[in-house]
């Protein structure tokens, strides 16, 4: 039994805190952030690296989202964005930006998608944090503003163009060294 337990913990299924107890949780992107890390220790990197694989999984998310999101996961975007147009606060135009970005991959309707967002959603924080401490929301409110509005006209095109659009400005705002070529 403390096997299994001990295994479920280490696959962020599982929280155990001695003299607590055990609770059921949902963090199965917990390992995945550990081993980027020892995967890909350098930080400035590691964003890079991230930020072409948010090149290959956030238009197709957009794209799936404006054929599948139902009213209510609209609704859940525009409240995300909404309260990233209105906060004055680092944090939580951080928290309402990964918000934004969690419910476009819930909208998306591709669970894998959802899931390996989600697995990401640390790093893609941290992303935004560097990316925010060298610029506004004002871009990324517009920018998410296009892609809200090509799902809810239910134009696929429309938002892969705007969040390619999104990465490439998000990209730039990270002002992050070219790789380095393998010898």
């Known amino acids: 039994m403390r096997e299994a337990t001990k295994r479920l913990e280490l696959q962020g299924l599982l929280e155990v805190k001695h003299g607590v107890g055990t609770k059921v949780v949902d963090k199965l992107h917990k390992p995945l952030n550990g081993s980027l890390a020892l995967l890909i220790p350098d930080d400035k990197e590691r964003l890079r690296q991230l930020i072409q694989v948010r090149f ?9 989202a ?5 009213p209510a996961q609209i609704r ?3 409240a995300a964005l909404q309260e990233l147009a209105e906060t004055q606060n680092f944090e939580t135009a951080v928290e309402a930006d990964m918000s934004f970005h969690r419910e476009l991959a819930a909208a998306s309707g591709n669970q894998i998608a959802n899931l390996l967002l989600h697995s990401l959603s640390e790093l893609i924080q941290t ?8 610029t506004s929301t004002d871009n990324a409110v517009r920018q998410h503003a296009a892609v809200l509005n090509a ?4 134009d696929p095109a429309a938002a892969v163009k705007a969040m390619r659009e999104h990465l490439i400005t998000a990209e730039a ?5 070219k790789a380095k070529k393998a010898a």
């Open 151 to 154: 799902i809810e006209k239910r």
């Open 66 to 70: 404006a054929e599948n999101a139902t």
């Open 76 to 78: 859940r975007l525009r």
């Open 173 to 177: 705002d990270l002002a992050l060294p």
């Open 127 to 134: 992303s935004l944090q560097h990316g925010y401490s060298r």
């Open 56 to 64: 290959m999984l956030e238009p197709e998310n957009a794209r799936l």
